[in-house]
């Protein structure tokens, strides 16, 4: 696996009595954090470890609580696993909490680089510039021969382009 030889720790946190599970490359370079999606864990980073250790970043991934290594506590997993059950498989998951809207794009301020594959069915390019029509201050790369996970398909352009703009910024 990538990143072996950089000797990552890799163990459980405490955070308010829960325990998420986290690799960390170590060192003293400024922490670069990956948070995995909805799906997956701290182990879909594999091919970003080594290139952004070399670059003088901390590498740090977490699983998110309920994913991988990442322990729910009991009364919680017990709950996910009676959502789980109860869930038709006919009906449609309840939507995010969190909507993101044009107006609330157009609040952000901050440098956003903005990735997405030419083939990505999920985020297509075409969504990709409507949101860099609206956030000010973002940066729009569409990655060829690349779906929805750049980061798995395409490492070497996904970790050239976020490395090139950590460095602008």
Not at 152 to 163: G, H, M, T, Y
Request: overall charge positive.
């Amino acid at each position: 696996m990538p990143g072996n030889d950089l000797n990552l720790a890799e163990a459980h946190a405490q955070f308010s009595g829960r325990r998420l599970w986290y690799r960390d490359a170590g060192g003293k370079g400024v922490p670069a954090v990956f948070l995995h999606a909805r799906t997956g864990s701290s182990l879909v980073w594999e091919q970003q470890i080594a290139p952004f250790a070399a670059a003088g970043y901390r590498f740090i991934a977490y699983d998110r609580l309920g994913h991988c290594k990442s322990a729910l506590e009991a009364g919680e997993a017990r709950w996910s696993e009676l959502e789980h059950l109860s869930r038709s498989k006919a009906a449609p998951e309840q939507p995010l909490r969190k909507r993101i809207t044009f107006a609330l794009l157009e609040t952000i301020t901050l440098p956003v680089l903005l990735l997405s594959g030419d083939a990505d069915l999920y985020t297509p390019p075409a969504v990709l510039r409507l949101f860099a029509a609206r956030i000010r201050n973002s940066r729009s790369v569409v990655v060829g021969e690349c779906g929805h996970s750049a980061y798995w398909e395409q490492p070497e352009v996904f970790n050239r382009e976020v490395l090139a703009f950590l460095g602008k910024h």
